[in-house]
């Protein structure tokens, strides 16, 4: 990690939730001085003034070391998570069904409560040994738009988060048309680490994204490959509903989930994911066992 490019957290230390700014040395607190103005995260993105936090915390001395706090995922309570299936060349071949690439993206909706912040662990439950990976890059709606033009659609963008979009796999099969209660396990994805501002395009447009299960490549692809690249996903979605500042559309994973391995390899407790995009950072999450 370099301190380079802005990285704004959402975290909880002392026993509250706060967010600031990240260096390599800890975090820099915003929480009082921005506080009375934004509870969230959620809320400086709304206001657009991210830059204006990220500004502030350049230069100054960390006060809590990372090992001391407890990262959330950046935004709580956004409106909406949308995600999108099948998003690269490779991926589509996985399916073996000979069609070609789909002219619209595949689309579905998450629940904030089924992702944790970087560092917790994934949360496998005891209705299925199926917990899968699915490494992404998030961008997260700065601005609300309908109809939003293609050619427009970056002006939309506030920032960018990873997300291993963990899924219940024998759950998305379990009846003729669903994914939605494969995708939706409380604490079965992440979100983070934190919140990079998205300046430009070259943040975006050919960017390398890699997942690591304990050290092993298991996925690793790059953005210019997509089928549906950033800006056609927003454009689309923003067709059928609006998109509001904090909205997440999450934008597909490439080939090498741990389901089309031969034979599929499940993650399990003690297990490490490491989520990695250049200029974004590292998402990494354990897994352990849902207690009961």
């Known amino acids: 990690m370099t301190d ?3 990285r704004i957290a959402a975290f909880r230390a002392a026993g509250s939730p706060r967010y600031g700014f990240v260096t390599d040395a800890g975090l820099i607190d915003l929480t009082p001085e921005f506080g009375a103005r934004f509870a969230g995260l959620k809320q400086v993105i709304a206001a657009g003034a991210l830059e204006e936090v990220a500004a502030a915390g350049a230069g100054r001395s960390a006060i809590w070391p990372l090992e001391t706090v407890e990262f959330l995922p950046p935004l709580a ?92 796999r024998d759950w998305v099969r379990h009846a003729k048309f669903n994914v939605t209660q494969g995708k939706n396990w409380d604490r079965s994805g992440a979100l983070g680490p934190w919140l990079v501002p998205f300046r430009d395009a070259a943040q975006l447009d050919d960017v390398e994204l890699t997942t690591r299960v304990n050290g092993e490549v298991r996925q690793n692809d790059r953005t210019s490959r997509m089928i549906h690249d950033f800006r056609a996903i927003i454009a689309y979605v923003s067709t059928f509903t609006a998109l509001v500042a904090g909205d997440i559309l999450i934008c597909g994973t490439p080939t090498g989930a741990g389901a089309r391995l031969e034979p599929p390899v499940w993650l399990k407790p003690g297990d490490v994911i490491e989520v990695e995009a250049a200029g974004i950072g590292i998402l990494k999450n354990g897994v352990e066992d849902e207690a009961c």
């Open 4 to 6: 380079d490019i802005p």
């Open 77 to 168: 309570g956004p409106e909406k998570i949308i995600c999108v299936g099948v998003n690269y060349p490779d991926r589509n071949a996985e399916y073996r069904d000979g069609q070609a690439a789909p002219t619209n993206p595949s689309l579905f909706v998450r629940f904030p409560g089924s992702f944790i912040g970087h560092g917790a662990n994934l949360v496998r439950p005891p209705e299925s040994e199926q917990l899968d990976y699915e490494g992404e890059i998030a961008i997260v709606i700065g601005k609300a738009g309908r109809r939003i033009a293609r050619d427009d659609a970056y002006d939309h963008i506030a920032a960018l988060t990873l997300c291993n979009e963990g899924t219940i």
